[in-house]
């Protein structure tokens, strides 16, 4: 069973992922920080591939991924560097990134290297819904990775129940129509978003992410989905802890209790 999935099986509430771009703060970094997460008792890892123009991203993720460009982290020092994570490491791992970068490798390279190195998953948040149907799917597919698609407050219905109908690893939830970011609350129209997608009583789990930061919106989030993303908390506290992150997934779980 794919480790995703063995995940939502085993558990329904409170699942926790944390996104880091690969590379930072140092470029021989990745694995140290995925072994350090999942020993902190982190649930799942999405690992950010690098990318010039991360149009989704806000400024903290966007400075990471120019700090990890800089530092020389390229897709194939990535996959030589979690060529033995899985000797160490058995939560689910999922790679976030453009298409451009994976395009470039080749898309079907990419799930090869994917499965060699145990990776679960893939999030691309600009590959087109139809072009994932038509194209992309049937190879992850072979490959036995999930595509993770994403919805937002102003995806309609009828698009949320195709993606719903058409992958099974879990509905990456939007918090909002903006790029990544902390923020301090959730307004009662976010909120309403997040009842509605929970009404839909889709097939796959969901998890909200953009914006979790403190326990205000983590538990917002995390009272109407499976459970959170978080990214550019996380990315902020590594940077400020020097790479430390242990250091960083200790303060991180600090902000996510203290009112």
Request: contains cysteine.
């Amino acid at each position: 069973m794919n480790r995703i999935h063995q995940l939502f099986s085993n558990k329904k509430q409170d699942i926790l992922s944390i996104y880091f771009c690969a590379g930072t703060p140092r470029l021989e970094q990745t694995t140290e920080v995925i072994r350090t997460l999942a020993q902190k008792g982190i649930d799942m890892i999405e690992i950010g591939i690098p990318f010039s123009d991360p149009m989704a991203d806000g400024p903290v993720i966007q400075a990471a991924a120019t700090q990890a460009l800089r530092n020389g982290m390229t897709l194939k020092k990535l996959f030589a560097q979690l060529a033995d994570i899985r000797s160490e490491v058995q939560i689910p791992l999922i790679l976030m990134g453009y298409l451009n970068p994976i395009m470039q490798y080749g898309f079907e390279a990419f799930c090869q290297s994917c499965q060699t190195c145990g990776i679960d998953g893939m999030i691309i948040p600009d590959l087109p819904f139809k072009n994932y149907l038509n194209t992309y799917k049937p190879i992850a597919d072979r490959y036995q990775l999930k595509v993770i698609m994403l919805i937002t407050p102003e995806t309609g219905e009828e698009r949320i129940r195709l993606i719903d109908e058409h992958t099974d690893g879990f509905i990456y939830m939007v918090s909002s129509a903006a790029t990544t970011g902390a923020q301090q609350d959730f307004d009662a129209q976010k909120q309403a978003y997040f009842q509605s997608i929970e009404a839909m009583n889709l097939r796959n789990p969901r998890m909200i992410g953009f914006g979790i930061s403190n326990r205000q919106t983590y538990q917002a989030a995390a009272a109407h989905a499976a459970g959170c993303i978080i990214g550019s908390k996380f990315v902020t506290l590594l940077e400020e802890e020097q790479g430390n992150a242990a250091k960083a997934a200790d303060r991180l779980m600090e902000c996510l209790q203290q009112d």
